[in-house]
Antibody, heavy 118, light 112 residues
């Protein structure tokens, strides 16, 4: 079955950087686009980015544009989120999610927590 | 960005009774391909979101048939025919018609 495992979350100071990973299994990773979605603890869900199946189209929410970089390695079945110039408002649980069709996310990982604090 | 607005934000329900959640979008969710990509997600306490319904009314794999979706254009509804204890959690509507995908504020379903 589909399995998504995020890792890399940590406590980081404002202005710092972090790289998250999402290891995928149970499906043909190279056939599907992938999402990053975040959630402030106890709050709602917010889109971060979407990357097409082959990495040739990458889209970012305005809140992270210019600071975050999404990439993927289809040979390793892994999705990445490079987070730079981190701000306290980036503190959240970060989820990766598999595309079902177009922009619909069907399967979600358990998430990895990023805390930006001095 | 398309804004999604849910009502109510909290819904206390008696076990075995129905529940209903409304979702309105700030603009039509009809895609250029003719489909409407309105989805419903469930988030149980301490869990990641789970896809329940996509394209307004299609149930995702493994979703019980007590969950149903309806609506068109900008107005949508999720219905649970008979609430069970395992349905406790927060329900989000989400539009996947255009990027960025956007979510409603969430509706907390609790048992009376």
């Amino acid at each position: 079955q589909v399995h998504l495992v995020e890792s890399g979350g940590a406590v980081v100071q404002p202005g710092g950087s972090l790289r998250l990973s999402c290891a995928a299994s149970g499906f043909t990773f190279s056939d599907y686009g992938m999402h990053w979605v975040r959630q402030v603890p106890g709050k709602g869900l917010e889109c971060v980015s979407f990357i097409r199946f082959n990495g040739n189209g990458i889209y970012y929410a305005d809140a992270v544009k210019g600071r975050f970089i999404t990439s993927r390695d289809n040979s390793k079945n892994t999705l990445y989120l490079q987070m730079n110039s981190l701000r306290p408002e980036d503190t959240a649980m970060y989820y990766c999610a598999k595309q079902q069709y177009l922009l619909i996310p069907d399967y979600w990982g358990q998430g990895t927590l990023v805390t930006v604090s001095s | 960005d398309i804004m999604m607005t849910q009502t109510p934000l909290s819904s206390p329900v008696t076990l075995g009774q129905p529940a209903s959640i409304s979702c309105k979008s700030s603009q039509s969710l009809v895609h250029s391909d003719g489909n409407t990509y309105l989805t419903w997600l469930q988030q149980r306490p301490g869990q990641p979101p789970r896809l329940l319904i996509y394209k307004i009314s299609d149930r995702f794999s493994g979703v019980p048939d007590r969950f149903s979706g309806s609506g068109a254009g900008t107005d949508f509804t999720l219905r649970i025919s008979r609430v069970e204890a395992e349905d406790v959690g927060v329900y989000y509507c989400m539009q996947a018609t255009q990027f960025p995908i956007t979510f409603g504020q969430g509706t907390r379903l609790e048992i009376k």
